[in-house]
C-alpha cells in the first residue's frame, strides 16, 4: 500500500509540473501535441491491452501513462523544466 501511495504521489506531481509546463509560454508544440495524445490514450475505448482482462488491462494505463508524462519531462527545454519544477512547489 506504501508503493502505491508513492507512485501516487509521483504522478500528481509530475502532472502538475506537466499542467505549468503547458501553461509556460516558451512551452514546445511537441508538448502540447504529446500531452493531447496521452489524454486521448486515457479516455479512448482502444488499448495496447484491453481493459476486459481481469488485472493487466488496468495495468497498462498505470504503467504507461506515467511514463509518458515523465518521458515528456524529462525533454523539456530547461527554462520550461525550471520554471515549471519552481511552480510545482
Keep these: 500500500m ?19 509546463a503547458l501553461r509556460h509560454p516558451g512551452s514546445p508544440a511537441w508538448l502540447k501535441l504529446g500531452t493531447a495524445m496521452v489524454v486521448l490514450y486515457v479516455i479512448s475505448p482502444i488499448d495496447l ?10 495495468v497498462d494505463d498505470l504503467v504507461l501513462v506515467p511514463f509518458a508524462i515523465r518521458f515528456m519531462l524529462k525533454r523539456l527545454p530547461a527554462d520550461v523544466a525550471a ?4 511552480r510545482r512547489g
Design 2 to 20: 506504501k508503493r502505491l501511495a508513492l507512485l501516487w504521489s509521483l504522478f500528481k506531481g509530475d502532472a502538475r509540473q506537466l499542467w505549468s
Design 49 to 58: 491491452i484491453p481493459d476486459v482482462l481481469p488485472i493487466i488491462g488496468i
Design 83 to 86: 520554471a515549471s519544477a519552481a
